[in-house]
C-alpha cells in the first residue's frame, strides 16, 4: 500500500515558479512510477509529468515541456514537481499518482495510488 500527500502549491504570479512535493509512505514507493496530472475547474483531469521508479526516465506533457520538471528522491520517498515560466492556464488542482508502469505515462489508469490534491493558482 502507499500514501500520497501533496503540498507547495498555492497563488503565484504569471512567470513565477512553484515546487510541489509529494510524499510517499509505504514500503512500495520506491517500485512505483509516479505522475503529476491536474484538473482546473470545469474540465478532465489531465496529464503533466511522470517519472519511473528509478528516477532515471521522465515523461511530459506538451503544454508544460521546457517549463515544469519532476525529480524523486527514493530515500526520502519524495517527488517534486518543479514548475517554472507559469501561466495562468497551469491553474488547477494537482495530484500526484503512484503505479507500476505498464506502457503509458499519461493514462490514469496507470496509476493505483492517488494524492488529494493542492490547488495552484496562476495570476495573469
Known amino acids: 500500500q502507499v500514501q500520497l500527500v501533496e503540498s507547495g502549491g498555492g497563488l503565484a504570479q504569471a512567470g513565477g515558479s512553484l515546487r510541489l512535493t509529494c510524499a510517499g509512505s509505504?514500503?512500495?514507493?520506491?517500485?512505483?512510477?509516479v505522475a503529476w496530472f491536474r484538473q482546473a475547474p470545469g474540465e478532465e483531469r489531465e496529464f503533466v509529468a511522470a517519472i519511473s521508479w528509478s528516477g532515471g526516465v521522465t515523461h511530459y506533457a506538451n503544454s508544460v515541456k521546457g517549463r515544469f520538471s519532476i525529480s524523486r528522491d527514493n530515500t526520502r520517498k519524495t517527488v517534486w514537481l518543479q514548475m517554472n515560466k507559469l501561466k495562468h492556464e497551469d491553474t488547477a488542482v494537482y495530484f500526484c499518482?503512484?503505479?507500476?508502469?505498464?506502457?503509458?505515462?499519461?493514462?490514469?489508469?496507470?496509476?493505483?495510488?492517488w494524492g488529494q490534491g493542492t490547488q495552484v493558482t496562476v495570476s495573469s
Open positions: 509505504g514500503r512500495t514507493f520506491g517500485d512505483n512510477a
Open positions: 499518482a503512484a503505479g507500476a508502469y505498464n506502457g503509458d505515462w499519461s493514462g490514469e489508469r496507470e496509476y493505483d495510488y
